[in-house]
C-alpha cells in the first residue's frame, strides 16, 4: 500500500512569488485536504477535496486555492506569497465519511524571503 | 468554534518513568477525536481514533481515553524512541480536524 506522497519537500520562493505544492493519495482514498502548519503550532485546516470539488475551506484567503484530479491527487496554490505563509505544508487523504482517519504525507516546507 | 487545549506544553520523562497527556476539547457534534505522533520535520503519523466517552485504545506504551470533556494520553514505561510531539484534533460535523498545538515529549535514557 502507497502512502501520501508530497513534492518538492523544500522549497524557497521571494514575497510575491507563486507556489505550487503536489500530493498523491494513499490508495483507495478519495478525499484530500490540506494544513498549514507554522513552527511550535498545531496544523490548520485550508480546504479539503472530494470528487473533484473543494467541499470546505477554512479561514484562508482566495490566494489559496487547489485542485483534485481524477486519480484523487491533489495541487495546492498560492498566490502573491507573503512572509508569513513561511510554513510546512501538509496533505492529508482519507476515506469519505465522518470519523475517518486521516493519513498524512511528510510535507514540503515552504521559505518565504 | 472547534477549540482544543493540550497541556502540558512540553515534558521531560525519565526512561520508564510514565505519565499522561492531556487534551481538552469543546466542539459541537464530535465525530471522532484524533492522536498524532510527530516527529520534527516529518507529518502527523496516525495513532489512534476515540469516538464516544468512555472509549479506550492501546498500542504498545501508548493507552489513550475519551471523557465527554478530554482525553488523556497515557505512556508508560515510555523509552526515548517515544520522544516526540503528540498532538491531538477533534473532528466535528464538517469534517476538517482541529488541532491542538500539542506536547512535546522528551525522553531521557
Known amino acids: 500500500e502507497t502512502g501520501v506522497t508530497q513534492s518538492p519537500t523544500h522549497l524557497i520562493k521571494t514575497r510575491g512569488q507563486q507556489v505550487t505544492l503536489r500530493c498523491s493519495s494513499q490508495?483507495?482514498?478519495?478525499?484530500v485536504s490540506w494544513y498549514q502548519q507554522a513552527l511550535g503550532q498545531g496544523p490548520q485546516f485550508i480546504f479539503q477535496?472530494?470528487?473533484?470539488?473543494?467541499?470546505g475551506r477554512g479561514n484562508f484567503p482566495p490566494r489559496f486555492s487547489g485542485l483534485q484530479f481524477p486519480n484523487y491527487s491533489s495541487e495546492l496554490n498560492v498566490n502573491a506569497l507573503e512572509l508569513d505563509d513561511s510554513a510546512l505544508y501538509l496533505c492529508?487523504?482519507?476515506?469519505?465519511?465522518?470519523?475517518?482517519?486521516?493519513?498524512f504525507g511528510e510535507g514540503s516546507r515552504l521559505t518565504v524571503l | 468554534e472547534d477549540q482544543v487545549t493540550q497541556s502540558p506544553e512540553a515534558l521531560r520523562l525519565q526512561e520508564g518513568e510514565s505519565s499522561s497527556l492531556n487534551c481538552s476539547y469543546t466542539?459541537?457534534?464530535?465525530?471522532?477525536l484524533f492522536w498524532y505522533r510527530q516527529d520534527p520535520g516529518k507529518g502527523p503519523e496516525f495513532l489512534f481514533t476515540?469516538?464516544?466517552a468512555g472509549e479506550e485504545k492501546e498500542k504498545e506504551r501508548l493507552k489513550a481515553t475519551l471523557t465527554k470533556k478530554e482525553s488523556f494520553l497515557h505512556i508508560t514505561a515510555p523509552k526515548p524512541e517515544d520522544s516526540a510531539t503528540y498532538l491531538c484534533a477533534v473532528q466535528a460535523g464538517d469534517y476538517k480536524l482541529s488541532f491542538g498545538a500539542g506536547t512535546t515529549v522528551t525522553v531521557r535514557a
Open positions: 466542539v459541537s457534534g464530535l465525530r471522532g
Open positions: 477535496y472530494y470528487r473533484e470539488e473543494e467541499n
Open positions: 492529508a487523504s482519507s476515506k469519505t465519511g465522518p470519523g475517518r482517519e486521516l493519513f
Open positions: 490508495s483507495g482514498h478519495n478525499t
Open positions: 476515540l469516538y464516544s
